[in-house]
């Protein structure tokens, strides 16, 4: 499946049921943090969870992550892929190897 | 780009700096909430935003729920499209056009 | 020290800099959303934390909080209270005992 | 009512129930996190929403604050005062007066 028919699917989607007007960027965000609320209440008191729920929360997430990007008129792909090479000089190999610590305080 | 060769360039990034070990589902789980909080700050007085900032704080959260699809051994395409079709039988258009409410104040 | 002490404190501070203006209920919920990320950042990687920053981050998250319940007219303590008895009769003792699932699920 | 009193009607609940075993620092931020998301929910679509709902999700990210503080050996009204004291020198009146600029782009 493409980026593109994946997108197009979550238009009409949303098109057929007039749900545009209720989708602004700040509408979208707001859903994205909801959503993700959600997926972390899969662990909210264990670090296990039921991996059907994970991946349903999941993709909640990433439905909105995805309908915001088209929003912006980007591609999901596209700005991850420019974000890492940011990130890859942010967190130099030699310096991030092996440790969970802030970019600042590597 | 294709779907796979994104998967791939995040998982090497990971892998070159040793960061596996801190990728569990839950610390994944929790870098999504943090993340869509970042984005949310874009809106917390307006619901105007700085365009840039905004998608790169939306690649940021895409980034880690690519991250944890891969961890879950799902792609994210796929769990997409599959929560979309639950989405339309929760959502039929006859009742849902035009409307924000939740499907079960439908 | 009182409740309507703090309420005070937080009241002087905002109408000093002319901030009511930015407080609308949802921007003061989105704030809430925020602050709670960054608390939650402390523990992106593992579950301890540095002592003073978890204290300083929870204070944010506190204090929209105070503001929001000054905002819809009612007291932070009051209605914390009035929830614990609503969610007393969801978890009985008897059932809730020693068991993290949801009331639903018990 | 008295900031102790109310700690201790909510330490009571959580002992009655042997709950203080799941209540660690991790799992009571991201209760508040979760809460979070949840009082965010009643200002998805719209900036208006039902005040009932907002005081009852309101006091459920309230109360996961006090229980997290009371486990962190704090007052939640004494940490909101010195923070307070904090923020008041990051924004002084005259530079911060009516805008909405974090304190570095003042």
């Known amino acids: 499946m493409r980026q593109?028919?994946?997108?197009c699917a979550l238009r009409s989607f949303v098109d057929?049921?007039?749900?545009?007007q209720f989708h602004s960027l700040e509408n979208l965000a707001k859903s994205i943090a909801i959503e993700?609320?959600?997926?972390?209440?899969?662990?909210?008191?264990?670090d296990s969870a039921k991996r059907e729920r994970v991946v349903e929360e999941l993709a909640?997430?990433?439905?909105?992550?995805?309908?915001?990007?088209?929003?912006?008129?980007v591609e999901a792909d596209t700005i991850v892929l420019?974000?890492?090479e940011i990130t890859k000089t942010k967190y130099p190999v030699e310096l991030a190897k092996g440790k969970s610590d802030r970019y600042d305080e590597l």
């Not at 993700?36 to 264990?46: H, I, R, V, Y």
């Not at 909640?60 to 008129?73: E, M, P």
């Open 60 to 73: 909640d997430v990433l439905t909105y992550c995805i309908l915001l990007a088209d929003r912006l008129g």
């Open 16 to 20: 057929d049921r007039e749900w545009t």
């Open 82 to 84: 420019e974000k890492l």
């Open 36 to 46: 993700a609320g959600e997926l972390l209440e899969c662990f909210q008191w264990s």
């Open 4 to 7: 593109d028919e994946l997108v």
